[in-house]
């Protein structure tokens, strides 16, 4: 009778390197509507990237006082900066749906003793927060309250 | 360099993960207002004339939690880490990875130096 097989027995001697191909973007990803989605949502950091200067710029003038300040205000009223942060607007959105969407898929099956909620309830506790922050914050910088 | 990236890829994945949690929640409601409702008229801009928007900005928590700063500073900084890490993730996409160390590196300078200018910006109100 035949003694149990070696599973390495007909391994090279030496490790090779891998044949798998390295990754790469498929050449028809703008065909393909997941390919793009998952493009968009990577682009959506150039938005953040230029909103987040954007923002600096602002803050930067305001510890310059007040006509600094209004300068840069004023400036905000050029139809290319509204356009530019109805984008931003756009892209922020965006990236909370499909963040929002993937956040309970990434959650580990317990956390120390405890399972974590289900994902509907992580869902709508992301989108209650998000909402309510964005509410308040609206409100306080429009004038609303405080 | 890409091995400096692999070790300090925590602090990355950190301030990455809380750009988009953090940074979205916040800039929802600032970029509505601050860049939209206010320079289009539908807000009234006295609501962050100079005298106002610093105090809101310095505005503290039982007099001694520098909330607005705090507010103000993950506002700033959080999202160019989420924006770094993402055009690095778009550039492997496109470019693929064997600049990834070069242009990696190179968008998170951009980041930190971003957020050094941010945190003066703050701390300077």
Known sequence: MAGPAHPHAMAPPTPGRTRAAPPQTPSTWWGSKRIMTYLLFDATGIVYFLVAFVAIRLIRDLGDGPLAWARAMESLQHPIYIAFHVLCLIAVIFVAVRFFRLFPKAQPPTIGPAKPPPAAVIHAMLYVIWIGITAVMTAILAGVIF | ?125
């Open chain 2, 1 to 125: 360099m890409k091995t400096i990236l692999l070790r300090l890829e925590p602090i990355i994945w950190l301030l990455f993960g809380q750009g988009i949690l953090i940074g979205t929640m916040l800039l929802t409601g600032w970029i509505l207002v601050v860049g939209i409702l206010i320079p289009m008229g539908m807000v009234d801009a006295e609501a962050l004339s100079y005298a106002r928007a610093h105090s809101l900005a310095t505005a503290s928590l039982f007099g001694f939690v520098p909330l607005g700063k705090l507010i103000l500073a993950a506002l700033l900084v959080l999202p160019l880490w989420k924006g770094a890490h993402h055009v690095r993730s778009l550039l492997i996409d496109f470019g693929g990875g064997e600049r990834d160390g070069i242009v990696g590196t190179l968008l998170y300078l951009i980041a930190i130096v971003g957020s050094v200018m941010a945190i003066m910006a703050v701390v300077g109100l």
